[in-house]
């Protein structure tokens, strides 16, 4: 979603999605765009929404989140390059991801979420 001015926008941009009824996840607010993700049985609704509020959007369909949670994962260093390592050895694209002292996120494509989660659990020792 192209921002049409500064970051006030993206307050409205989450309040007209909340007084519809839509849910919102992996958030980026960026100085001109603000990247989210929405439940495919919301996607229509929120371009509508969005549409003839006057932004401009582009969406991708039929994607998947996929994550690893663990306590205290922000104090382990190289948490993050083995989970994009794990998921390059697969030739999964990132196409975005988010992460907090106990968890890290991507957004991928859905066709990959099984290879994904395999290769993962894999690379944390979850088998």
Do not use: W
């Not at 990247?35 to 229509?44: A, G, K, N, P, R």
């Amino acid at each position: 979603l192209t921002e049409k001015s500064g970051q006030s926008e993206s307050s409205r941009i989450f309040k007209i999605l909340a007084n519809s009824g839509i849910n919102v996840d992996l958030i980026n607010i960026l100085p001109r765009q603000v990247l989210f993700t929405v439940q495919d049985e919301d996607t229509h609704e929120t371009q509508q929404r969005l549409s003839e509020a006057g932004y401009c959007l582009d969406t991708l369909k039929n994607c998947a989140k996929v994550s690893v949670v663990g306590g205290g994962m922000g104090d382990v260093p190289g948490v993050m390059a083995s989970f994009v390592e794990a998921l390059a050895l697969k030739e999964i694209p990132l196409l975005q991801t988010v992460d907090s002292q106990t968890s890290i996120s991507a957004l991928i494509d859905g066709q990959y979420i099984e290879s994904a989660v395999s290769v993962l659990h894999s690379q944390f020792g979850l088998d």
